[in-house]
T-cell receptor
Framework: SQQGEEDPQALSIQEGENATMNCSYK?????LQWYRQNSGRGLVHLILIRSNEREKHSGRLRVTLDTSKKSSSLLITASRAADTASYFCAIETGANNLFFGTGTRLTVIP | EAGVAQSPRYKIIEKRQSVAFWCNPI?????LYWYQQILGQGPKLLIQFQNNGVVDDSQLPKDRFSAERLKGVDSTLKIQPAKLEDSAVYLC?????????????FGEGSWLTVV
């Protein structure tokens, strides 16, 4: 399978806490991307990390990539109720060819 | 900049009927994708176009699904005849398509319910 697999499937936290989601994959990748999907909406690109990078930051987001373990994590710090959504990792194996995981459903309780 | 436009947003049809979805990508984006997202799952690529040519349609059920991208801009995805298991959100997306690591922009999706 070329898709990523997220863990946990669902996560519920209090506002202000940090949320960590993990993604594992099985193939070689060019890069790994994280997307957010609010209920009933399309996916929104959050961050991309290339295979030769180990860590990347964007605002309250921190992504790590360990290609030796074929895994990535997404950390959302100081979570807000508006962060409630499903988060998907997607691996890019060929140019512009993304394979998505099944997602982590994050609920942030105000 | 206008986003990826899709229509219709919602469609309910009976099994064995046909349905068509339309997508207008972001202006200038060479690569266009159709993904199928079943409730509770991640998006699955159905077909990828580069301009008006097909790059990957390996997961498109060609006995019932068809897609075209005339003139390398708009695209339509058709299902005929529909089955119950086709109930899903059909997401269109586009990217500038130059090399690796291009951001893919998604539309809001077309929700299909087959009854």
């Amino acid at each position: 399978s070329q898709q990523g697999e997220e863990d946990p499937q669902a996560l519920s936290i209090q506002e202000g806490e940090n949320a960590t989601m993990n993604c594992s994959y099985k193939t070689s990748i060019n890069n790994l991307q994280w997307y957010r999907q609010n209920s009933g909406r399309g996916l929104v690109h959050l961050i991309l990390i290339r295979s030769n990078e180990r860590e990347k930051h964007s605002g309250r987001l921190r992504v790590t990539l360990d290609t030796s373990k074929k895994s990535s994590s997404l950390l959302i710090t100081a979570s807000r109720a508006a962060d409630t959504a499903s988060y998907f990792c997607a691996i890019e194996t060929g140019a512009n060819n993304l394979f998505f995981g099944t997602g982590t459903r994050l609920t942030v309780i105000p | 900049e206008a986003g990826v436009a899709q229509s219709p947003r919602y469609k309910i049809i009976e099994k064995r009927q046909s349905v068509a979805f339309w997508c207008n990508p972001i202006s200038g984006h060479a690569t266009l994708y159709w993904y199928q997202q079943i409730l509770g799952q991640g998006p699955k690529l159905l077909i990828q176009f580069q301009n008006n040519g097909v790059v990957d349609d390996s997961q498109l059920p060609k006995d019932r699904f068809s897609a075209e991208r005339l003139k390398g801009v708009d695209s339509t995805l058709k299902i005929q005849p529909a089955k119950l298991e086709d109930s899903a959100v059909y997401l269109c997306a586009s990217s500038s398509g130059q090399g690796f690591g291009n951001t893919i922009y998604f539309g809001e999706g077309s929700w299909l319910t087959v009854v």
